[in-house]
């Protein structure tokens, strides 16, 4: 694939019983977290979910790609079984709020309550590098098995094709990212560490995801495209949220 085109058209493509393990895992996640009262994490999780899901479900799946594709193509689209899911209600609806659902409101709940519990450890330092190390451990391993499984058992087969035609929204991806980082850089210019370790919780989330599609083939790209995905996927979003977190939601609980 042309270099430019993997930033451009970004695709991934699975088998749909990872839509299956990815829920399993996911309420295995959310007892993990429970248990451990990680109650506000998981709180902050469930907000950012339907957000997401409406950007990429609503806005991307409705918005036109721009110019330079045909007349009627879309930002979001899915091929599911060899056909191209159309944009409009039709018997591929549930397959694809399936695909959706996995992609943006089971993301959210893992990354968004992820980078929760890392907020509060790297203001916070309610319990320092050993929680961060464990629900970092718990939270890649649960994505590298969830491909494996996929692979390994024959449950649902279905090719799921997913892409994302990022031509007018690449420039919006970047232009959010300096801005963010910017206004960190301002707010907490006495504290440059703090903006470094928000910084690497952006990349290290974006890495928790893009390392086991990397792996399993379900995305076909260069560690190139890793680096820029690392560096601007989460980080779209990430500086503003540790403003809000910071600002106005933190407490002296940790719960």
Known sequence: MDLLQQFLEVKRSFQYDYIYFDAIFLVIWIVVLLNNKKHKALLFGLIIAPIIYFIDAVIWWNGSAGPSFPVGTYIREYWIGGAQIAHSVNSFSLLKFGADFMMTISYSLFAFSWIWIMFENIRLKTRGSREIFKYTLIYFCFWLIIPLLSLLLPINDTIVIAVRHMNTQLPIMIIAVIIGYLLLLFVYRKELKTVFKVFLIGVSA???????????????????????EA?????????????????LLKTKSTS
Do not use: A, C, H
């Open 231 to 247: 560096m601007f996927l989460l980080n779209i979003g990430v500086p503003y949220l540790f403003l809000l977190w910071d600002k």
């Open 206 to 228: 974006s890495l928790i995801m893009e390392i086991p599609l990397f792996i399993f083939q379900i995305r076909t790209i260069t560690p190139l495209f890793i680096l820029f």
